[in-house]
């Protein structure tokens, strides 16, 4: 394993970390779909993910109904201080007017529930789930860093925010004197690059870490899926009803799919790993967080760490992958040559 800055904290994380919305959930749909694992298969995939050397564990309120919070809680058991433990709020949880958002009413309510199901008694880092446009973000900052300064959290962190909400949170912070969001967990992979025009500019820029979530696009770029369909039948999306989510481009899709296993084959390697290694090597990014129904696919997801693409690797990934440059970067570039010493 390898580990990387959380932030500008002097903490480190591993670089594959763990996401947990395969444990719970069993006899519901999505539940089912996602992995539905009792409490004795997520033991496995905990115990193998310590193991393996990964200290990042990211859950949240929301995942199965609470049960990924509970399950992990006691899959770490002993072993809780071995780790940096996440979780996330602002999703819906209940059908009261105040189960949702980023209130400080309910930020005290999710934070105290959390701690309760974790069995623990503080959150490493404790991140806004999403926007929440009906609260001011000076409120939920200053709910935080109370939580933070009460001890009951460590460090805060935001996700899936545009690059705006996250310099104007920043700007707050520094204004109230208030703890900053150290890391921002955002969708990122091969599929869905457009964490790129500014969030992980300013991720740099602000010494804030870059989590990706979803880094195979939900299944995608495993190998199990191609142009005529999945080859494992109970693949999430391959189960009736399962959402497309992340939102994925079929036009796009299965050229990236074919140059992920072409360079796969190269390495001897899986195309997830092909795929994680690709993340890993981005800008910003700090940690790539997948999820795992059986531990033989963490430990697959693991090897990524080691996996160097070569520059005729990245050139052949990009060349499918790439976006088109968006107003105003291609002004930027247009005009870059003024500043090249002649």
Do not use: C
């Amino acid at each position: 394993m390898k580990y990387r800055m959380l932030g500008r904290t002097g903490v480190y994380v591993s670089t594959i970390g763990l996401g947990t919305m395969t444990f719970g959930g069993a006899g519901t749909p999505l539940g089912d779909a996602l992995g539905g694992l009792d409490q004795t298969a997520t033991d496995r995939v905990v115990g193998t993910a310590l193991d393996l050397g990964v200290t990042l564990f990211d859950t949240a309120d929301v995942y199965t109904g609470g049960e990924s919070e509970t399950f992990l809680g006691r899959a770490l058991g002993s072993r809780r201080d071995d780790v940096v433990l996440a979780t996330k709020f602002s999703a819906r949880t209940g059908l009261g007017p105040n189960d949702v958002g980023a209130s400080r009413l309910h930020v005290m309510r999710a934070v105290e529930a959390s701690l309760s199901r974790l069995g623990t008694d503080r959150i490493d880092l404790y991140q806004l789930h999403s926007f929440d446009a009906e609260t001011p973000i000076d409120e939920t900052l200053a709910a935080l860093d109370d939580l933070v300064r009460q001890g009951k959290v460590r460090y805060v962190g935001a996700s899936n925010v545009a690059a705006w909400q996250l310099m104007k949170a920043l700007g707050v912070s520094e204004r109230l004197g208030a703890a900053r969001f150290v890391s921002d967990q955002a969708y990122y992979s091969l599929l869905g690059r457009d964490v790129e025009r500014e969030i992980a500019p300013l991720a740099a820029d602000q010494g804030v870490s870059l989590f990706a979530w979803a880094p195979l696009a939900g299944g995608i770029l495993t190998g199990k899926y191609s142009r005529s369909g999945a080859s494992d039948p109970g693949s999430r999306r391959a189960t009736a009803g399962y959402p497309d989510f992340p939102p994925v481009d079929p036009a796009r899709a299965w050229d990236i799919v074919d140059a992920v296993e072409s360079v796969a084959s190269r390495h001897d390697a899986s195309p997830a790993q092909v795929a994680l290694a690709w993340v890993l090597g981005r800008p910003a990014v700090t940690s790539v967080l997948v999820g795992a129904r059986r531990p033989e696919q963490l430990a697959d997801s693991v090897a990524a760490v080691e996996l160097e693409l070569t520059t005729a690797d990245l050139d052949e990934l990009e060349a499918v992958s790439r976006t088109a440059t968006p107003y105003p970067d291609w002004v930027w570039d247009f005009a870059a040559g003024g500043r090249t010493p002649v």
